[in-house]
């Protein structure tokens, strides 16, 4: 047992004192602050590990409570069927075990509460404990949010439908080479917030799955948004869609009604103000920044996931050189595919970035190939259409089909685990969380269809070519939006099945020995992370040698590198408030992978899910 003695409020102070009693004898143990860390930034680290820690124990503590009653019940039910006193003798003997006696959780509890509101809330208890227990779990109809939702989509649709009818009769008053270029920016605005509208029902779907998908994205159990909530910004920036483009094509000389638009949506979506949602808009925004510097930083869940949602809007990201065509008729060539290319680049450097942390050519160096391919057959289809002629059809063809199949099989073998042989459920998997199996088979089929709607360019008549074109990005939101229901659920089950249920924060100080007292003033300072760290970056697991040193003694041997703490605290900011928590997780949260190989997944046969983010395996 430790007790906290000292913890200076000074923002001055370079170490803390532990007192350790051992056999009656006291001794104290002086930790060093890391010298890459100002002092609110350690205490920062503090709090938030002491947030987590705070709810590993009311877990542990409800663990006893449920093994308690499951006895109690099971010795409830034996009496009642064979009419003996089998709780009066049991249940005695039940509470003299460790795993039923709460003491001393209760008084870990009351001993984390007390640091807790002694160095964090200035001795306020209320206050305190308002920020360190999560809020009950109650269900909040959300009845104003849900009638402003219905009220945003219902004055959407008609001025939409009304937007959709003047912008085909009032064709021929429009510039011949404007209109399809505003037709296509309208339909580049349009296909992202539906794909946000859509999201919200995968929010509702895993909500009523019991698929925990706000801890796989890491929001703040304390506060976060219910998916009635979240209908309401995509809902809201429909309604403002629906009105910019009816004007747009209602008056055909206000053609700048395209950079109206995206100015107003820039504005809701990056609005300072904490209003309409500011710390979700924030996350979101922060994810967005993470994902566009991939290579700078550490691959977290949702930092491929939002990357795999931007590769299908690439439509979208086509489309945005047409803005600078909204006034004045123009055309680009090489601008097209460098835009398109943008989200499967990133996704291919993330995983890289994830092959240079771990070493592990599967699943990474193979998910990269992946989106290789899919940059390959951008730019085979740019040829192509660049240079009409059988030998560009050839190699664009060839290049679609290779990826088309690479993404196909990696969807269902890899992001979803499904068609496993040996599963209990034909061609699926042994656990699987939605009741109703035909959707799984439905999924794998219509995925490869629409996986392949790139042959509607062969089928269809070239004067088609704009519908043909948006048809095909539409279908490719829509499996994106079928694709999402069945990542997080086979996240979700790797997560239980493997351990993964309890996230790891560094603790911002280490252990001072006499030998680094020593060496301190001859040598420089090297930098040592007190988390875990897998064993895929050691030496040994580099060399190719086998590891004859225990799992723990390679935890406090990893040396790492200067830019591995470079990301690992970039976090970190001095004018963020301290007394309260942020209603999001900070995106750039520090977590490391499990501790054993052992606790893996041996197979891995899913896309970026042997790490999740913020989560990692108790090391006993």
């Known amino acids: 047992m430790q007790e906290i003695e000292h913890f200076s409020t000074s923002p001055k102070a370079k170490s803390v004192s532990f007192v350790t009693q051992d056999d009656g004898q006291s001794e104290e143990i002086k930790y060093r602050i890391k010298h890459d860390l100002d002092y609110k930034s350690a205490k920062k680290l503090i709090k938030k590990a002491l947030f987590e820690f705070y709810r590993g124990v009311l877990l542990l503590k409800n663990y006893i409570i449920l093994n308690k009653t499951g006895f109690v019940k099971i010795l409830k039910k034996y009496d009642k069927i064979t009419d003996r006193n089998g709780s009066e003798i049991f249940l005695p003997r039940i509470s003299n075990y460790n795993f039923a006696k709460s003491a001393p959780i209760d008084n870990l509890i009351k001993e984390t509460e007390t640091f807790y509101i002694n160095n964090f809330e200035q001795g306020i208890r209320s206050q305190a404990m308002?920020?360190?227990?999560?809020?009950?779990?109650?269900?909040?109809?959300?009845?104003?949010?849900?009638?402003r939702v219905g009220l945003y989509i219902g004055l959407s649709i008609p001025i939409l439908v009304r937007a959709i009818e003047l912008a085909f009769r009032n064709k021929p008053s429009f510039d011949p080479l404007k209109w399809p270029v505003l037709l296509q920016i309208y339909c580049a605005y349009f296909i992202p917030i539906v794909f946000a509208l859509l999201f919200g029902i995968n929010m509702h779907t895993w909500t009523k799955a019991r698929i925990n998908?706000?801890?796989?994205?890491?929001?703040?159990?304390?506060?976060?948004?219910n998916y009635k909530q979240y209908f309401e910004i995509p809902a809201f920036m429909l309604l403002v869609f629906s009105y910019t483009t009816y004007i747009g094509f209602n008056f055909t000389k206000f053609e700048h009604c395209v950079w109206i638009l995206g100015i107003i949506l820039s504005c809701i979506l990056l609005c300072p103000f904490k209003i309409f949602y500011y710390d979700a808009r924030r996350w979101f925004i922060i994810a967005l920044l993470r994902v566009v510097a991939s290579g700078f930083y550490r691959v977290e869940f949702r930092d491929f996931f939002i990357a795999d949602e931007l590769n299908s809007l690439t439509y979208t990201f086509m489309n945005t050189q047409y803005l600078f065509c909204a006034i004045k008729a123009c055309r680009f060539s090489l601008i097209s595919p460098l835009l398109t290319t943008l989200p499967p680049w990133w996704r291919f450097v993330q995983c890289l970035k994830r092959y240079s942390l771990t070493y592990h050519k599967y699943p990474h160096l193979l998910n990269a190939g992946k989106y290789f391919s899919t940059i390959m057959a951008i730019w085979f289809l740019f040829l192509f259409r660049t240079y009409n002629n059988k030998i560009t059809k050839s190699f664009w063809i060839g290049g679609q089909t290779i990826s088309s199949t690479y993404s196909f099989l990696?969807?269902?073998?890899?992001?979803?685990?499904?068609?496993?042989?040996d599963s209990q459920n034909y061609l699926l998997r042994d656990e699987l969380n939605f009741k109703n199996h035909a959707i799984y088979y439905f999924a794998i089929v219509s995925d490869g269809l629409l996986r392949f709607s790139w042959i509607l360019q062969l089928i269809i008549p070239s004067k088609y070519s704009l519908a043909t074109i948006?048809?095909?990005?539409?279908?490719?939101?829509?499996?994106?939006?079928?694709w999402n229901f069945f990542r997080v659920e086979n996240e979700h089950v790797n997560n239980c099945g493997q351990f993964r249920a309890i996230?790891?924060?560094?603790?911002?100080?280490?252990?001072?020995?006499?030998?680094?007292?020593?060496?301190?003033?001859?040598?420089?300072?090297?930098?040592?992370?007190?988390?875990r760290i897998t064993n895929a970056y050691?030496?040994?697991?580099?060399?190719?040698?086998?590891?004859?040193?225990?799992?723990?003694?390679?935890?406090?041997?990893?040396?790492?590198?200067?830019?591995?703490?470079?990301y690992a605290y970039s976090d970190v900011t001095d004018d963020e408030q301290l007394s309260e928590p942020d209603s999001l997780d900070d995106p750039k949260e520090i977590s490391f992978p499990p501790l054993r190989d052992e606790y893996?997944?041996?197979?891995?046969?899913?896309?970026?899910?042997?790490n999740v983010a913020g989560t990692s395996t108790i090391p006993n």
């Open 213 to 225: 998908y706000k801890f796989i994205f890491e929001f703040d159990p304390r506060n976060n948004l």
């Open 503 to 531: 996230k790891e924060i560094p603790l911002p100080f280490e252990k001072e020995t006499l030998d680094e007292e020593l060496n301190e003033e001859n040598e420089p300072q090297e930098i040592k992370l007190s988390s």
């Open 410 to 421: 990696w969807d269902v073998l890899m992001d979803w685990s499904l068609l496993q042989l």
């Open 600 to 610: 893996r997944n041996n197979n891995e046969c899913y896309d970026d899910a042997s």
């Open 470 to 482: 948006f048809t095909i990005a539409f279908g490719e939101m829509l499996r994106r939006w079928q």
């Open 130 to 147: 308002k920020n360190l227990r999560l809020p009950p779990r109650k269900e909040n109809l959300y009845y104003f949010v849900t009638w």
């Open 538 to 566: 050691l030496p040994q697991r580099r060399a190719g040698l086998p590891h004859k040193i225990d799992d723990i003694q390679r935890w406090r041997d990893f040396q790492p590198n200067s830019n591995a703490v470079s």
